[in-house]
C-alpha cells in the first residue's frame, strides 16, 4: 500500500472499535513515554522503540495483559529497522522483545521491497512474523 494509502486504519479502526487496549511503537518521533505517569486508562498508547524496551514498560503491559486491556501491539513504520546506520536508534533491532506479550503483533510499512522481507524477519529478533 503507497504512502497515504490508509495502511494506518488496519490499526485504528479495530483499536478505536474495541474496548480493550492497543499499544503502538513508532518507527519515527513521538511523544515520549513517561513511566511515572502510565497511561493505565488508556485504550492506545503511543511509544517509542527507545520507550517499548524499558523494564518500566514491560510491567505496563504485564499490567495491561493481567486486567485483559492489551489486544494488539503495532510497530509502524517497521522498515526503519533495516536502517543502514547501525547507530540509528539501536533500540528498533530490540523490539522483538515486545513479543513476550504474546498477543497480536501487526508491523506495517509503505516501503519494504518483497526481496527484503527475510531482511526484516532476521533483524526484528524474536518477533513472530508472518509476512
Known sequence: MPTGGGKSM???LPAFAEPSGTIIALGLSCVAWESRRPPDEATIVLVT???AV???FH???NRLQQTRRL???VIDECHVVLNNQRDF???L???GRLNHART???LLTATLPPQLESTLRRESRGLSLNI
Open 10 to 12: 488496519l490499526f485504528m
Open 49 to 51: 522503540p527507545e520507550s
Open 54 to 56: 524499558t523494564d518500566d
Open 59 to 61: 510491567t505496563f503491559i
Open 71 to 73: 489486544d494488539r501491539i
Open 89 to 91: 536508534r539501536p533500540q
Open 93 to 95: 533491532r530490540q523490539l
Open 104 to 106: 497480536q503483533m501487526v
